[in-house]
């Protein structure tokens, strides 16, 4: 890429300082893929004109930093999550009892029990593209399969992003960093492997399994013991099968039902908290590692 536009995206970078780094990373990959691609369609329709020439003239369509940059923080305030992070402001026992009517309570939830899948996936696909790119570097092969491998992991990490925004409500990045074109075969994979975000990008992958085990074991577990006592009644009373049968069956007294019941909701409102808490913590992680801006 030439000065011109390095020297332009290095501008519209300063204009965005304090905007959410997940908006300076689209930002910055709208302008990047914009201007390569108007750069080639200019040179191809005016093959006399210099690259210096072509640029400036594609710079000037686009606009100045500021007001590109003022652009972006704008739509930033009609582009937040459709499921907000945010903490509520009720208090006391409304607080508590509000949450069955969170719906960010129950998409973290969600996440906790997908987390298990997902992060099978990653750490699958993470530690085979390792194994194999460490095992092809001696052939000539290698280093391409490796280059494929870690734009492969870029693309999980954004798949990510858009289940971390739409289930935990935290914004994430709603374009793929850009890959530049024209920087020749070696340039791409220098490019690859020199960009902070691809590490991060494959550490965060790696990190999602033993996560997404302990995030699926706690919360199956909480949610099981919650339905287990809440339909305690219903299994001992109507269908005669006791809920209580380690390490012996043992069958509730009909006067401690109700406590059982009450203590089921309880644990299962408790259980959406502790989603939700723990929620935010993930996003806080997804977006320290996966976002680049």
Avoid at 23 to 38: M, N, R
Avoid at 60 to 74: F, I, L
């Amino acid at each position: 890429m030439i000065r011109l536009i390095e020297d332009y995206l290095n501008a519209f970078r300063e204009e965005l300082k304090g905007s959410d780094r997940a908006t300076i990373q689209d930002a910055l990959s709208d302008a990047e893929d914009h201007l390569s691609t108007a750069l080639d369609i200019e040179l191809s329709e005016h093959p006399e004109e210099t690259k210096e020439e072509a640029a400036k003239n594609i710079i000037c369509m686009y606009g100045e930093p500021e007001e590109v940059a003022e652009h972006y923080r704008n739509v930033e305030k009609y582009t937040t999550p459709l499921i907000s992070s945010k903490k509520r402001t009720r208090h006391g026992s409304s607080a508590f009892f509000g949450i069955i009517a969170d719906p960010s309570a129950w998409a973290a939830l969600l996440y906790m029990i997908l987390s298990l899948a997902t992060g099978i996936i990653y750490f699958t696909w993470t530690v085979t593209g390792i194994s194999l790119s460490a095992g092809m570097l001696i052939l000539i092969i290698g280093v391409p399969l490796a280059w494929l491998f870690f734009l492969s992991f870029r693309g999980l990490a954004f798949v990510e992003g858009r289940i971390v925004e739409a289930l935990l409500g935290v914004r994430m990045p709603r374009r793929a960093v850009f890959i530049r074109k024209g920087k020749g075969w070696w340039g791409s994979v220098k490019g690859i492997f020199s960009t902070g975000s691809t590490w991060s990008s494959f550490i965060y992958l790696i990190l999602m399994l033993p996560l997404g085990v302990l995030y699926f074991s706690v919360f199956i577990t909480l949610v099981a013991v919650s339905f287990a006592l809440i339909t305690d009644p219903v299994f001992e009373l109507i269908l005669k099968i006791p809920v209580f049968d380690f390490p012996e069956v043992w069958w509730t007294p009909v006067w401690l039902m109700p406590f059982v019941v009450i203590a089921g909701v309880v644990l299962f409102l408790s259980t959406l908290h502790l989603a939700k808490m723990t929620g935010r913590f993930q996003g806080k992680l997804a977006r320290t590692m996966l976002v680049s801006g």
